[in-house]
């Protein structure tokens, strides 16, 4: 059912009040400091008449004891969280509710160091579901750790059960599982996702390398992207057992394209992944690429890179883009897994497509079309 247009703010709940948060709600507040100036960091100013300061945190979920019961203006400086500070004051916003925890928290995660583990609120689990209808949201954005299976189905069957649109942020797949698809088509709403695509980050950069090595007629024989960091989520992605979904999804960025063009990938030529926890790098990612290549008469390409992002922040404008087609999507009445925003804002979209393809559909939704 398509809903009115243009309402003054798109209305946002969240789960998990950790690094990617803590960027996107300092962004909203930067965002507005900063909107008569063209200050750098977004890819799209208007989205069917939303700018990217029209969004309105109103709940949250979290089950950490330092961040459950605090304002989000306050609980995005919690332990452990360790994103960069860029806008000190901000907003107040709605009071962090606790979650259901399920697989959300590993016991590595518990073992950890005070300032880098999760602990665990010992407040009772409130109704999700009523908590996202009292707060009149019309989405769901879902940023619990690497490795929440449980946890993401729980909060996806929540938002339907609340009539919410869902933005999966999370190498869970939802929006890519033609079950989970079927879920919100029943349910008449747009989902985005899985696992966020960053704006400037390794997985946009081995697309388009990979991309551009196709283009000019090259062949891939190695495709490597090692990642390291100091975040949280690196530290959750040290257990092995829930790290398996995060190097399928970023590998199948690059897998892609070799699909869409019908050239195979070599056994063992690809590898992309996230590597070690280095705690003294904080919210500082690192990715190392090499790609060897072959040209013209078969002579060798050899190709070294290295990016160093705020990893939390790199994500924040493609979460601010997305909430905003998803919004455009609903008042459309367009249902189900989006097929460009999820393959341009995502890694693991339901539909992988070329950069050219996926933003072309984007600035179509932009403008209110439809491709
Ligand atoms: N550039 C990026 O940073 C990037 C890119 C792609 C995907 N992601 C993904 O986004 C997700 C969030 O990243 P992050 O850096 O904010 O992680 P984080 O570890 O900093 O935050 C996760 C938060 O979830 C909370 N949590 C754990 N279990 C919960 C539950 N059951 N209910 C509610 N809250 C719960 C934790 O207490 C924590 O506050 C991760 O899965 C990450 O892989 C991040």
Redesign the pocket.
């Known amino acids: 059912m398509p809903v009115k247009p243009n309402k003054s703010k798109i209305r946002i709940a969240v789960?998990?009040?950790?690094?990617?948060?803590s960027a996107l709600y300092q962004g909203f507040a930067y965002y507005e400091e900063h909107k008569e100036e063209d200050v750098p960091g977004l890819m799209f100013k208007d989205i069917g008449g939303y700018a990217p300061t029209d969004i309105d945190v109103v709940a949250a979920?979290?089950?950490?004891r330092r961040?459950v019961g605090l304002p989000v203006g306050r609980a995005i400086f919690s332990k452990p969280?360790c994103a960069r500070i860029f806008m000190p004051e901000v907003p107040a916003g709605p009071v962090v509710q606790m979650?259901?925890?399920?697989d959300?928290?590993s016991d590595y995660m518990l073992a950890q160091p005070e300032d880098e583990a999760?602990r665990i609120s010992d407040a009772k689990p409130i109704d999700i579901v009523k908590a996202i209808k009292d707060s009149k949201a019309d989405i769901l954005v879902n940023?619990?750790?690497?490795g929440?299976q449980e946890?993401t189905e729980f909060y996806a069957q929540a938002a339907i059960d609340a009539g919410v649109a869902f933005l999966n942020?999370?190498?869970v797949f939802i929006a890519s599982n033609p079950v989970w698809e079927k879920k919100f088509v029943d349910a008449g709403l747009p989902v985005v996702g899985d696992?966020?695509r960053?704006a400037f980050?390794a997985s946009i950069l081995s697309q388009v390398l990979q991309e551009l090595a196709f283009d000019r007629g090259f062949s891939v024989d190695f495709h490597q992207q090692i990642n390291i960091g100091g975040?949280?989520?690196f530290n959750?992605m040290m257990v092995q057992s829930r790290l398996a979904s995060?190097k399928t999804s970023k590998e199948n960025v690059i897998r892609a394209q070799n699909d869409l063009r019908g050239i195979p990938v070599v056994k063992n030529s690809l590898f992309a992944g996230p590597s070690t926890y280095i705690p003294y790098l904080k919210d500082n990612k690192v990715a190392y690429f090499n790609l060897r290549l072959r040209g013209f008469g078969d002579a060798p390409v050899d190709l070294d890179i290295k990016l160093s992002v705020q990893?939390?922040e790199?994500?924040a404008g493609v979460v601010i883009d997305a909430i905003r087609y998803l919004q455009v999507a609903r008042e459309l009445g367009v249902v189900g897994a989006l097929r460009g925003p999820s393959a341009w804002t995502q890694k693991t979209p339901p539909q992988q497509m070329t950069y050219a393809d996926s933003k072309a559909a984007c600035e179509a939704l932009a403008k209110r079309k439809l491709l």
């Open positions: 789960v998990g009040v950790g690094n990617c948060f979920f979290d089950v950490d961040k969280n979650g259901n925890v399920l959300g928290v999760f940023y619990l750790p690497v929440s946890a942020c999370i190498p696992d966020m960053s980050g975040n949280t989520d959750n995060k990893d939390s790199n994500s």
